[in-house]
């Protein structure tokens, strides 16, 4: 048993792959991730990119086993802006525990922040950090907001910092529910989520209009969701949290059937 839910991954690079013009997969493989807990869903890690001279600063987050977070944190807060690596919050698009492997999607923007110029730079046998479930553990669910319990009406909204939580959801659907999916994107070559669809499952792609989630909100406002959904919200703070308080407000939908994420929020990261 390990004493913390999370455990530290050392890993490289193993492969890269521009799926899209707005979108680059980045292959991270380690012995250590043959641990790595593969629950999918929406599923959140932490990666610990690399210093600029490549490394990891000594906060405490590679000894073993891997102390809580608040210790190597705390340590990390603690030392000067200029000498700490850059953390970002991403979810994995794959996990594969028997190869010792995760892929993870950038999304690629203007202007690059630190985790988009580190994908678009990165190559075969750069090393970084990664934090996630270990299966040791057994289930916690630490991570992961997904919780639909007998909900049969789902709906699914989110912009493309979503994407791969929302086709991991997606794939674990039973064919006995009903759930639609609202995804913003810039430009229609982004969209990694329409070959998703199903029976059961309707994706309806709106393109944005220059402000980054009013399409996405309008197009929430025109949508049914059913007599007693779950819905699941993600992508910029400030549109997610409109789109649950109209839901809220405007539709009478409880709270407790809303799980609402804020990814990132407009100007930067949302959480460090």
Not at 246 to 260: C, E, Q, V, Y
Request: proline share 8%; glycine share 10%.
């Amino acid at each position: 048993m390990r004493p913390w839910e999370y455990s530290a991954f050392p890993v490289r690079v193993t492969r890269t792959q521009r799926l899209s013009p707005g979108f680059v997969r980045v292959t991270l493989a380690g012995d250590s991730l043959r641990h790595f807990a593969s629950w999918g869903l929406d599923q959140r890690i932490k990666l610990v990119l690399p210093m600029p001279h490549g490394g990891t600063a000594e906060f405490g987050l590679l000894d073993e086993p891997t102390p809580h977070p608040s210790h190597w944190y705390a340590r990390w807060r603690a030392l000067p802006p200029d000498q700490r690596n850059v953390l970002r919050t991403y979810t994995p698009a794959a996990i594969r525990p028997e190869a010792a492997e995760i892929d993870v999607d950038f999304v690629i923007h203007e202007p690059a922040g630190p985790a988009s110029a580190w994908a678009l730079a990165a190559r075969p046998g750069d090393e970084l950090v990664v934090t996630g479930p270990d299966a040791r553990m057994g289930w916690t669910g630490y991570g992961i907001c997904w919780t639909p319990g007998s909900a049969r009406d789902l709906l699914i909204i989110g912009d493309e910092t979503a994407f791969p939580a929302i086709r991991n959801i997606i794939g674990s659907l039973d064919g006995d529910v009903r759930a639609q999916v609202l995804i913003e994107v810039g430009a229609p070559g982004d969209d990694l989520v329409s070959t998703s669809a199903r029976d059961n499952v309707t994706v309806r792609t709106v393109l944005r209009d220059g402000v980054h989630g009013r399409a996405l909100e309008d197009a929430v406002r025109a949508v049914d969701p059913g007599d007693d959904p779950y819905i699941w919200i993600a992508g910029e703070s400030g549109s997610v949290t409109r789109i649950r308080q109209h839901l809220t407000r405007d539709r009478a939908i409880p709270k407790d059937h809303i799980s609402f994420l804020g990814y990132w929020k407009l100007g930067g990261a949302l959480v460090i």
